[in-house]
């Protein structure tokens, strides 16, 4: 059993490691106060910050709005993506998760810290409800085999007159099963894929991201684009 002075020195690294991260502070509400339904229509909803500072990291165009939110009761992480979409896409080629990594989505990608090692966990969910899980490790090496813990992950969404709704709970138990909670902060990167008709037809994926990576090619499997989620 590890010590707390252990424990204690632990924190002190991560909050250091961490301090120039971009933050988001996630309030804690209630136990049974929210209910997802996949429209975000959930009166615990105007608790929550509405964190809209999305962009094409690598483009010189604005980005379609993005919005997230996010809150927590104990038991619980809630998050709630809004997509601004004219064409959303959400292709069925094998009529199993990989084809969520065709559409249109919204994805969380989860780390214990900067290395990205031994793994990092990824939720990419369109906006159909199918949600592309998987575990990774640095550089770019994925385990598509890997699924988010059985009953842990729950996920609704609902197209809107102007795009998409994902509101999704991953149980507080699961992410300290896999070592993503320490002091209460989740290493996180928040991002969309979106997909647009281009010339000749073809659907080019345009990517969104909260924080800017250190990258001049599109990445987000790369310590730069996490930011730290702080739970209340």
């Known amino acids: 059993?590890?010590?707390?002075?252990?424990?204690?020195?632990?924190?002190?690294?991560?909050?250091?490691?961490?301090?120039?991260?971009?933050?988001?502070?996630?309030?804690?509400?209630?136990?049974?106060?929210?209910?997802?339904?996949?429209r975000g229509d959930s009166k615990a909803w105007e608790k929550a910050t509405r964190l809209t500072d999305f962009s094409y990291p690598w483009e010189?165009?604005?980005?379609?709005?993005?919005?997230?939110?996010?809150?927590?009761?104990?038991?619980?992480?809630?998050?709630?993506?809004?997509?601004?979409?004219?064409?959303?896409?959400?292709?069925?080629?094998?009529?199993?998760?990989?084809?969520?990594?065709?559409?249109?989505?919204?994805?969380?990608?989860?780390?214990?810290?900067?290395?990205?090692?031994?793994?990092?966990?990824?939720?990419?969910?369109?906006?159909?409800?199918?949600?592309?899980?998987?575990?990774?490790?640095?550089?770019?090496?994925?385990?598509?085999?890997?699924?988010?813990?059985?009953?842990?992950?729950?996920i609704k969404t609902a197209t809107t007159t102007n795009g998409y709704i994902v509101e999704i709970a991953i149980s507080i138990q699961s992410l300290n099963d896999l070592g993503l909670l320490p002091n209460q902060r989740l290493l996180a990167g928040l991002f969309r894929a979106e997909r647009k008709t281009a010339a000749g037809g073809y659907n080019a994926f345009h990517w969104i991201s909260w924080v800017k990576p250190n990258a001049t090619q599109p990445d987000f499997h790369i310590p730069s684009a996490f930011g730290v989620l702080v739970l209340e």
């Open 1 to 38: 059993m590890r010590s707390p002075a252990f424990l204690s020195l632990i924190t002190a690294l991560l909050i250091y490691e961490w301090a120039g991260a971009q933050t988001y502070t996630v309030k804690r509400i209630p136990e049974n106060t929210l209910e997802i339904t996949g």
């Open 60 to 154: 010189q165009e604005n980005a379609p709005a993005t919005s997230f939110a996010a809150l927590w009761d104990g038991k619980w992480l809630y998050c709630l993506y809004q997509a601004t979409d004219d064409s959303i896409i959400t292709p069925v080629i094998k009529n199993n998760k990989m084809d969520a990594g065709a559409a249109d989505r919204v994805e969380i990608f989860m780390a214990r810290d900067t290395t990205l090692l031994p793994f990092y966990y990824c939720l990419e969910m369109d906006a159909a409800g199918r949600t592309l899980d998987y575990r990774a490790s640095f550089y770019r090496k994925m385990d598509y085999t890997w699924s988010w813990p059985g009953k842990q992950f729950l």
